[in-house]
Each structure stands twice: as C-alpha cells, then as structure tokens.
C-alpha cells in the first residue's frame, strides 16, 4: 500500500474515509469522492497523481475526507493490488443486516 | 445491580458534552484527525476497515433490561439494527456515523452507559464470570469487587497512558468462565486456611502475538490490600514496561522478560512504599457498593419441579435445549439460561434489535430484569425459576433465539475479522459458519461433546484462538487467505496455549480436516472424554495425522 505520499508502482487510486458518515471513498475522474470503487480514476501519469495528492490534502484540510492515501492497483483487472484493499472494495462479505434486511430506522 | 452514584452520573455526563463539543470541532475543522483520534478512541469509536465502529462498554458483562432495551434502540436508529457481543463482554455497533455519535453517547448515558476505557493504553473494562451472583459454585460475588475496580480504574490519572491496554478479569469459583489466565491481571476470589476471603492475583497472562498464560503475583491478598496492591502493580508496569515497541509492551513481556521472582520483588517493594489507608476503599464503602449487589428476592421453592420435569418428557427438543443451555443455580428451584448467539446461519455474537428487546422483555419478565453478556459472545439470564423454562424458551423460540449448542461444536468463539476489522488480516465469519454448517446434525454435536474452537481473523487474536481445543488463526499471503491450526488451547482454570500443527489450509480444506480430526477423536476417545482430554492423553501427534490425513 502507498502512503499519502506516493511511492507505489504501477496504477494508483487514491481512497479515504467520509470524515462525516466513515463510508470508504475513492477519487474519481472529475476529483470527487465516490462510495463506488468503480467510479475510481486510475492512473500511472505522475502529474495527475500529484493533482490527486493536493485534492486529498486538501480536502482532509476541508473536512470532508479522513485517512487519505494511495493504493496500488492492478493493470489488468483494475482492482487493488493488496487483498485488504480488495475487502474495503467490495465490502464485508458478510453482514448481519445484509443476511436479514436490516437496516436504520431513522 | 450497581446504581450510578452522583460521581458517576457526572463523570458520564461530563464526557458527553465535552464529546459534544470535540466533534462539532472536528467538523468545523478546529481539531485535526490527529488531535480527534485519541478523542474518539477514548470514548470506543474506532474507525475501522468500512466505516465507523463504537465499542460501549458493559461492566464485568452486566447490564439491566433497561440498558439492552436502549442498545436495541441504538441499532435501530443510528446502526443496521444489530450488535454484537465482543470477547471481552463489550457491546459493539458496525456502521455509526460520526455526526450522530456525540447523540448515541447521550442515550447511552441516560441508561447509565458509556464507552469510557474501551480502547487505548489504559485499563479496560473490567471483565467477570457471567454466572456471577447466581452460581452455587462461588465462594461470594465477585461483581462488588469488579466494580470496585471500575471505579478505582475509571480516568485513573497515572494509569490513562500506560506503556499499552490492559485487561483485569474477576472470578470467585475454581471454574473460570472469565479466561482469568489470559489476562494482564487475573483475579480469583479464594478462601485461606483460616476461611478469611482474599485474592489469588495472577499476573502477565494475554494472547496476542505473544500467548502468555498469567502466573501468580500473589497466592493469597488480604481483601483490604487489592487496590493498593494492584496500583503497587500498576506502578511497575508503568515504569519498566516497554514503550520503544508497541509488540512488545503488554505487562506479559516485562514479566516474562523480568521473571515473575523479580518481578513480584519490584511489586512488594513499590507495595512497601505506598501508604495503603490512602487508596484503600474502607469496608464501609466496600459493604455500599456490595449491597447493590444483593440477591433478588428469591421464592423459596424445592429443588425440583414437577412442570418443569414434565416438559422435559414431552418435549424433546426443550429437553435438548435444557440439557446444554441450562446451569445449575445457587438457590433451589431456580436455573441460570444461557442463550446462544451462535445460530447456524449467522455470525458468531450478533443480535438484532428485535431480540435485544425480545430478550430484554424477558428478562423483566422470568429473571429480575437481569441480563448478562459472557466472553464466549453469548447472554446469560442469571435467575429463571425452573417453572417458567418452559415458557421462557417457546418465547425464545419465536425469535429465533433457541439454539441449543452452549459449549458444543457450533459455539465458536469468532471475532469480525476481514469482514470489519482494519487490523485482520483473515475473514473468520464465513470460517466459523462453514464449520457450524458442516457440523450441524445436533446429534452429532452431542455425540462430540464439549468443544471449544476460537477463530481470530489476525494475529493480535481478539478470537482466542491460542486457548481454543481447536484454534484457527486467519492469515494472508500472495492474496489468498489461509487458516493455520492450533491444537490443545484451554481457556478454563486449566488454561493453556494450544500448539501449531503445520502449515495452513485454506478454508474448504480446513473444514475437511476438522472433520477428520474429530471423527478420530470419537474413535479414540475412552469413556466421556472430552477432546481436550484425549488431545491430552494421546498428544499432537495423532490428531496432527488427521488433521494433515487428506
């Protein structure tokens, strides 16, 4: 895994956590954050990656996004390189409220 | 139960405002996340692998119907309706948002609740035997003397940074439903030759990377000496214990490295220079807190009942779930219930909304509104009257509450692991289901006997799994999980660390050889041995060969 300060190989993506809600984050094309990893920019070019690296510093500055930091990704599947990061991708695999249809009773 | 005083009620409240307040800052962007973290931490909100995680504490495993009605509406309106019971008694809740935290601890304060001291370097919360003031088996309650630690422990100025957590657990009965062994400091309530009730503190136990069954500080401790003695402890840690290696800063290292001879010198010394009057709690306020602690009002009722005997007859299936469910009581015509958390189908120690309330109800209705959550991620009702089984079981039957496997093959002890946890490295849930699913005849689970396999989804090994009969550690390599196995564990008073068979299995053939190490055992097995038992008179080697058999 890539710290904030990029030193992965290969494609990066770069992800947080909603300072607010706490849901995974990735940074997406146009330089929001999305809940969806397929909204994910992927990218080797540097300059780009140092665009994303001011985005997320800057926006863990706004408080909007907390714990940023790059993540290696695989050239042919598109998904992250390491195995944890493929779990925050695809979320638990299993879930009590999923297995029961629960969910918040606001 | 224990009553808040207005010290407590305070404290709580306190805590909830300046909480408050720290998120509106955080928010607004006047503390930093490094400046919030230990915040948040120090009030159990933990950011975890998806999302938000709050960890409320449950004193030694106690609470009232009143407080698990509130936890069910926590669920509801700010989780996904569920939590789950943790190892050490705690109550967890998956999927909190942060801007409706600082509200979840002000509902949780209105019952008495909190999540003080359920993380950082501190003392935890302290944790006791589930039975704890119904067992025929305890030499007195060791609640009065939990909650004096809890008190004495609760924003401790010297010990709120120590050189890492540390867990004290309690027991009055030679049986240890608390892991006591396994704990930084372990504490069983004892009776001297000349009757007088102490303390047999045990030091230096813990799992973790670092498995460690505790060792004796002390055979014997006058009553009047715990606190003094274990801030004398405390003091020690704190001092020598190491803070340049976080792996290696648990009291279980310094004690080992020490050796428990010089160790328990540095500790009779600091001990010496204390003046004990000033820490010690006078018998006065021990004898407050101890009668709030009371026994209910118990009806005097024979030992048998003749109802109750009749629908073990009639029903067979109440018959099975009496058989493993159910404890025997101090006071005649009473039972001590346990209810599974561990149906087939879902994961180890999660409860719904609606059966926390289910549970609650029944509480208020068959157990003097008590309720009790145990280390094996399971709920005790600690006071049932015999004659009212029956229909305490047909209503836990109707949320689906009824498993009956307390101890049995099925009752595994199993952490979040991949599934939720940012530290694992493993998922243990889909483990321990297909171990459950694959050994779901009850007839065989019956046949098997008592078996206590522990799952941990890493190695800081919040399953037990080093002090499981059958213990799996949940690892990663290359991208593909597998599961390595550890034979021989016990978390009972005969505590001990299990040992590594070999290599790991992924997690098809790890339910395989499960198998395969059990259908040997119940080859081998003489009499009514326990696997444990046979593991202990036949040792690894051939249960090594069956597991491996494929």
New interface residues.
């Given amino acids: 895994m890539s710290t904030l300060k990029h030193k992965g190989k290969g494609p990066q993506s770069l992800t947080a956590n909603e300072l607010r809600e706490g849901m995974n984050v990735w940074l997406t094309e146009d330089f929001n954050w999305s809940r969806k990893y397929s909204d994910a920019l992927q990218t080797e070019d540097e300059s780009v990656i140092e665009k994303m690296q001011v985005k997320g510093e800057a926006d863990e500055n706004e408080n909007l996004v907390v714990g940023v930091y790059f993540i290696d990704v695989e050239p042919d599947t598109g998904l992250p390189v390491r195995y944890r990061e493929k779990f925050r991708v695809k979320g638990p695999s299993y879930d009590t409220a999923d297995e029961l249809g629960l969910q918040k009773v606001k | 139960m224990y009553r808040y005083d207005e010290f407590d009620h305070e404290v709580v409240q306190s805590r909830v405002k300046q909480f408050t307040a720290q998120v509106e800052r955080?928010?607004?962007?006047r503390l930093t996340?490094a400046q919030f973290r230990p915040l948040r931490l120090m009030n159990g909100l933990y950011?975890q692998?998806?999302?938000?995680m709050l960890r409320v504490a449950v004193p030694y495993g106690t609470l009232s119907s009143k407080q698990m009605r509130q936890l069910a509406m926590i669920a509801?309106?700010?989780?996904?309706?569920?939590g789950h019971i943790t190892t050490r008694q705690n109550v967890q809740f998956?999927?909190?948002?942060?801007?409706d935290v600082p509200d979840i601890l002000q509902d949780l304060a209105d019952v008495e609740m909190h999540g003080f001291q359920t993380s950082g370097n501190c003392i935890r919360n302290v944790t006791s035997d589930p039975y704890a003031g119904a067992t025929a088996e305890e030499i007195e309650d060791p609640r009065p003397t939990a909650e004096l630690l809890r008190q004495w422990s609760t924003l401790h100025p010297e010990f709120a940074f120590l050189p890492r957590k540390f867990k004290i657990a309690v027991v009055a009965s030679k049986t240890d439903r608390a892991v006591i062994r396994a704990h930084d400091i372990g504490i069983e309530i004892v009776k001297n030759e000349a009757g007088e009730v102490g303390y047999h503190i045990i030091v230096g136990g813990g799992l973790g990377r670092t498995p460690i069954i505790g060792q004796t500080l002390r055979a014997f401790l006058p009553r009047e000496e715990l606190l003094p003695y274990l801030e004398a402890t405390l003091r020690v840690y704190n001092r020598y214990g190491r803070r340049d290696n976080k792996y290696k800063a648990r009291i279980k290292i310094l004690v080992t490295e020490t050796g428990i001879e010089e160790f328990t010198k540095q500790v009779e010394d600091e001990y010496a220079t204390l003046e004990p009057l000033d820490i010690a709690v006078s018998p006065e306020e021990v004898a407050r807190i101890t009668a709030y602690f009371a026994d209910p009002e118990f009806e005097k009722l024979p030992a048998h009942n003749d109802s109750y005997k009749a629908k073990l007859l009639d029903d067979k299936d109440f018959a099975l779930w009496a058989e493993n469910n159910l404890a025997e009581h101090k006071q005649d015509g009473y039972a001590i219930v346990n209810i599974s958390l561990k149906p087939l189908?879902?994961?180890p120690g999660?409860i719904?909304?609606e059966q926390m309330r289910a549970v609650a109800d029944l509480a208020d209705e068959y157990s003097f509104s008590e309720i009790r959550t145990t280390h094996q991620q399971n709920i005790v009702l600690p006071h049932v009257k015999k004659s009212d089984l029956y229909a305490l079981y047909e209503e836990l039957k109707k949320v689906k509450l009824a498993a009956d496997n307390i101890g049995l093959i099925s009752d595994i002890i199993c952490c979040p692991g991949?599934?939720?946890c940012a530290l694992a490295?493993a998922?243990s849930?889909?483990v321990s289901?297909a171990i459950a699913q694959r050994f779901s005849d009850p007839a065989r689970q019956r046949a098997i006997g008592e078996m206590q396999i522990k799952i941990s989804g890493c190695i800081n090994a919040c399953g037990h799994h080093h002090v499981g009969h059958i213990g799996i550690l949940g690892l990663?390599k290359a991208?593909?999980?597998f599961y390595q196995v550890k034979l021989g564990g016990d978390a009972s008073e005969n505590a001990a660390v299990g040992k590594v068979t070999g290599p790991g299995f992924s997690q098809e053939e790890l339910v395989d050889g499960i198998e395969r190490l059990v259908d040997y055992y119940l080859e081998v097995r003489e009499d009514e041995e326990r696997f444990i038992d046979s593991f202990n008179r036949l040792g690894m080697a051939p249960f090594k060969e069956a597991l491996y058999a494929a």
Avoid: C, S
């Fill in positions: 955080r928010l607004d962007g996340e950011l692998l998806h999302a938000y509801d309106k700010y989780d996904r309706g569920y998956n999927w909190p948002e942060l801007t189908d879902l994961a999660d719904t909304a991949m599934d939720f490295t998922r849930i889909p289901q990663e991208g593909v999980e």
